[in-house]
């Protein structure tokens, strides 16, 4: 049985008349409270057999461990790799700076974008506490 990470959103009709998933990205801290900044919402696009009220989009937790992998390891194993490489060398630290630069960005080139189809909505009945 594979886990599924769930995170509760709202379906809303956008100012296109596109259905949406609205999903909350948390609260804003005390400082942007304060200025009057509000916490900033991500919007999912939904089939259209869906009726508007509360829904949960889920991710696989495995596809997640993917994404993660991708997004963030393969860069930050091109900065230590690049870095590594530079110390291996014996080059000076600015060099060694450099090559970790460089790492980094061909981490930053090497990730992939996934589709959206790793990401389901389901409606409020069928998404269950267990999960």
């Given at each position: 049985m594979t886990s599924t990470l769930t995170i509760p959103a709202q379906l809303v009709t956008d100012e296109n008349n596109i259905r949406v998933a609205e999903v909350a990205s948390g609260r804003s801290c005390a400082g942007c409270h304060k200025?009057?900044?509000?916490?900033?919402?991500?919007r999912f696009p939904v089939d259209t057999s869906l009726s508007e009220g509360p829904v949960g989009v889920d991710i696989n937790a495995l596809d997640f461990g993917l994404l993660l992998a991708n997004s963030l390891g393969l860069p930050l194993m091109g900065l230590l790799l690049g870095a590594g490489l530079g110390r291996f060398w014996g080059v000076q630290e600015g060099l060694q700076l450099g090559l970790a630069i460089v790492g980094l960005g061909v981490g930053i080139v090497?990730?992939?974008?996934?589709?959206?189809?790793l990401i389901r909505i389901r409606r409020k009945e069928e998404v269950s506490c267990s999960s």
């Open positions: 200025a009057g900044c509000q916490a900033k919402a991500y090497s990730c992939r974008a996934y589709s959206q189809s």
